[in-house]
């Protein structure tokens, strides 16, 4: 029996997200079913096709391995994807199974539950399910009720599953590393889990509820990944264990760190500010910590009680500041919309972190209602509305309205300088030659030249078309073409459009190109508090000049209006007269006076991508 293992990454117009991506959970999957000699042939699906790829990439591997069974890994990021895809397995490769896992996979998820393109769901930790899955699927057995922790489609339902506990033993599970199962990512970093499950019990997390009791990996087997890992030459290890010192042993842990510790490979993790102490913090540095992610969440303790979360202020900002002084990067987290929350509490815990310097990076999110979680069962107690679909964003509260989160984000955005909802530029790069095997990131269309002919297996998971000629909407034949032969077998494929100033009719542009995107729902359409566009699956940029500087790219809202503020980007050394001119064709060009937020155009350097994206001439 074939099993083919898919786990779609966060998708960016830039493509940062792709070099992150690892599969580790089919890593685990892999190893143990292989460890428990299950009568099956694995294949992981390539890192450049699954992180780089479009849909139509992403099937036509599985149409050229035709397995009997895939798994997909489900998470809040990637689940309208991967659905879409399984419902194309099912109508393409009939008699292959479809089984889905990751923290998706709750028996209260309606929205994953309602969809009929799959035939198994593994609920909570997913080893032993999936291998005796594999075992019953290769014994010819029909009836699988009976595996606990699975899901079984019985026609349009899902079958309960029965609850099966977590492995006590985490050493029966080989190193998906060490097994070369699974490899770095595209960036050569590495994650790494030295503990399964999680002390605290904030009711907004399933992770707890799923893992309730604390294992850990053996220290000698962490210790033989890092030397995995400076043996691969990798630079960062990224620790995903929840709440990284809360570790029984964690002065052991530390110590093996240390006593392999690389001058080229740093970690970071997340943990408990209010759990340091300067012997904790020395051994952190000897261990080679580089960057911390810390969950302040809220100053609010009322609002933190309300999800089983308490706040130790001044340990909190003793422990921050031991780290930054140490030269420790801290990230801080604040969550928006939490039950009890107020606009005021928001602003108060904003104000907490900037004016006691507690952070290097303020990090702002809204709370996620997800499913599975104590938090969603109790959201009619708290009077919380949230979205049905992914990523299941807060809208509203007792003691927060909808303008009330917005104007969170707005004033942690003046306060800080920073976009909480970044608009991203695409990649630009040089056109490749004819015959390229490479994944299609941008198309130029010139009028003039024609290159190599773009099947649609050939785009990436964001693809930019920059026309060049300002008449290019005459040939609106020809663009409707590129959506027949390319965009509608990539409906998931972040697209940006880059048009001259010139050849912007008003809304007749923004209606038409925006009528040649997708319609499928998208998860990064569903962020309601972005500032300059919610509808970010699918962008449209002004090109236009920036004095001897070079170009000025202006993003427009899917509804231009004075009451939406305009993004634009101008050279780095453009200075008040470049804005000037820029703003007065921005008029000119709308008909009204735009409130516009300038950035700097960021300088591209030469990464990873340049070896495997492709940019692409053609012609109308």
Not at 12 to 25: G, K, Q, R
Not at 447 to 454: E, L, Y
Not at 597 to 602: G, R, T
Request: hydrophobic share 35%.
């Amino acid at each position: 029996m074939k099993v083919a293992l898919i786990q779609l990454p966060l998708q960016s117009h830039d493509y940062v997200y792709s070099l992150e991506n690892i599969p580790l959970a089919a890593g685990y999957l892999v190893s143990y079913a292989s460890a428990m000699s299950a009568p099956a042939d694995f294949i992981v699906c390539p890192s450049d096709i699954v992180n780089l790829g479009g849909d139509a990439a992403i099937l036509r591997w599985l149409e050229e391995v035709r397995p009997d069974m895939v798994g997909f890994g489900c998470y809040v990021w990637n689940i309208h994807r991967t659905l879409y895809l399984c419902s194309l397995v099912r109508q393409r490769l009939e008699r292959c199974l479809i089984v889905l896992g990751g923290p998706e996979v709750t028996p209260d998820n309606d929205f994953l539950l309602s969809h009929e393109s799959f035939h198994f769901s593994i609920v909570g930790e997913g080893e032993e399910t999936f291998t005796d899955l594999i075992r019953s699927v290769a014994d010819g057995r029909e009836d699988m009720h009976e595996i606990q922790g699975l899901m079984v489609r019985s026609g349009r339902n899902m079958l309960p599953a029965g609850r099966r506990g977590t492995i006590r033993d985490l050493g029966r599970i080989p190193s998906p590393y060490l097994t070369g199962i699974v490899g770095p990512s595209l960036n050569r970093n590495m994650l790494m889990e030295t503990v399964r499950g999680c002390p605290m019990q904030c009711t907004y997390c399933y992770y707890h509820k799923s893992s309730p009791s604390v294992r850990t990996f053996a220290i000698d087997r962490v210790r033989d990944e890092l030397s995995w890992a400076i043996s691969e030459g990798l630079g960062e290890v990224t620790l995903i264990d929840p709440c990284f010192t809360r570790r029984k042993d964690l002065s052991s842990l530390l110590e093996a760190f240390a006593s392999e510790r690389s001058e080229t490979l740093r970690f970071s993790c997340e943990l408990n500010a209010e759990d340091l102490d300067p012997k904790i913090v020395d051994a952190l540095l000897k261990a080679g910590l580089a960057h911390v992610e810390i969950g302040l969440q809220s100053t609010n303790e009322k609002a933190l009680r309300n999800v089983g979360r308490r706040f130790d202020r001044e340990a909190f900002i003793r422990g921050v500041k031991m780290l930054r002084s140490s030269g420790v990067k801290v990230m801080t987290d604040i969550m928006v919309g939490l039950p009890g929350d107020t606009l005021d509490n928001v602003k108060n815990s904003v104000d907490f972190v900037l004016a006691g310097d507690l952070c290097d990076e303020l990090s702002l999110y809204p709370l996620s209602i997800l499913p599975g979680t104590v938090l969603r069962q109790q959201a009619r107690r708290f009077g919380i509305n949230h979205q049905y679909e992914p990523p299941y964003l807060v809208t509203r509260t007792d003691t927060m309205s909808c303008e009330d989160i917005r104007e969170a984000f707005a004033y942690a955005e003046d306060a800080t300088g920073e976009d909480f909802f970044p608009v991203e530029l695409p990649r630009m790069g040089g056109v490749i030659e004819p015959g390229s095997g490479n994944v299609v990131h941008r198309i130029v269309i010139d009028g003039k030249n024609g290159g190599r002919n773009v099947l649609p297996y050939d785009i990436g998971q964001a693809l930019c078309i920059e026309a060049r000629d300002s008449g290019f909407m005459d040939s609106q034949g020809s663009l409707r073409g590129i959506k027949r032969t390319l965009l509608a077998a990539n409906p998931f494929t972040l697209v940006s459009w880059i048009i001259p100033e010139d050849a912007y009719r008003g809304e007749e542009t923004v209606r038409f190109l925006s009528s040649l995107c997708s319609e499928e729902a998208h998860p990064a359409d569903q962020e309601y508090m972005a500032s300059y566009s919610t509808k970010r699956s699918c962008r449209i940029f002004l090109r236009g000049e920036a004095g001897s500087s070079g170009s000025s790219y202006t993003l427009l809202p899917s509804n231009p209006s004075a009451s939406m503020p305009i993004w634009a980007a101008l050279p780095g050394d453009a200075g008040p007269e470049e804005e000037k001119l820029h703003s007065g064709r921005m008029e000119s060009l709308l008909g009204f006076r735009p409130t516009i937020s300038y950035h700097d155009l960021e300088t591209n350097t030469h990464d990873v991508l340049d070896d495997v994206l492709c940019s692409v001439n053609i012609k109308m």
